[in-house]
């Protein structure tokens, strides 16, 4: 039986290159990833696992490692075509019910509107596991009062890295992620 996270962090990054795969490596450099084997995993924010800085995590980081992540990443050779990328999360007070990451990604959107859908997303996923009635058409920031107001006050936050395609048409890749890590008492895969 594999591990459980006990800690995750949040991080972006922009690359750019003549190459699609060379500016996905470049992001991954920039978001300070790049020596990580990276498998993709779904949604769940596993109980009592802890959010912590970048800095922190990246800290534990071992070249070559299998890294757990949510990753949103989007590109384009377009000049100056809008991508954003996003990662959301939504955690219960209750440090003993599980929460929800989500990734969004696209064309178009500020940094800003990209992180709160994503957040949004995540938030909504909680909000519907923890049975809170809400109106699913309403505003972010109605849905989020009601969250607040339910008796199940959970925290929620994004990390957005946006950005435009390079003005000469290379591949622009701009990627945010959200890193499992564990506790290597429990003999996990890191520390």
């Not at 995750?8 to 490596?25: I, S, W």
């Not at 990246?58 to 990328?85: D, K, M, Q, S, Y």
Request: hydrophobic letters at 40%.
């Amino acid at each position: 039986m594999f591990p459980v996270p006990t800690r995750m962090f949040l991080t972006r990054g922009v690359g750019v290159h003549r190459d699609q795969l060379t500016a996905f490596e470049f992001a991954l450099r920039d978001a300070d990833i790049e020596q990580q084997n990276l498998v993709s995993v779904s949604s769940i924010v596993p109980p009592g696992c802890r959010l912590i800085s970048a800095a922190e995590g990246i800290e534990t980081l071992r070249p070559g490692e299998i890294t757990f992540c949510v990753l949103a990443r989007a590109e384009t050779n377009e000049p100056r075509r809008r991508i954003h990328a996003s990662v959301g999360l939504a955690r219960p007070v209750d440090p003993g019910i599980y929460g929800y990451v989500s990734e969004f990604h696209g064309f178009g959107m500020t940094e800003r509107e990209s992180g709160d859908y994503a957040e949004d997303l995540a938030a909504t996923m909680l909000a519907t596991t923890l049975g809170i009635d809400f109106d699913p058409n309403a505003a972010w920031n109605e849905r989020r009062r009601v969250y607040e107001t339910s008796g199940h006050v959970f925290d929620s936050t994004s990390i957005t890295a946006a950005t435009e395609g390079d003005s000469e048409g290379l591949w622009t890749c701009a990627v945010a992620v959200a890193v499992f890590r564990f506790d290597s008492a429990l003999g996990g895969p890191s520390a």
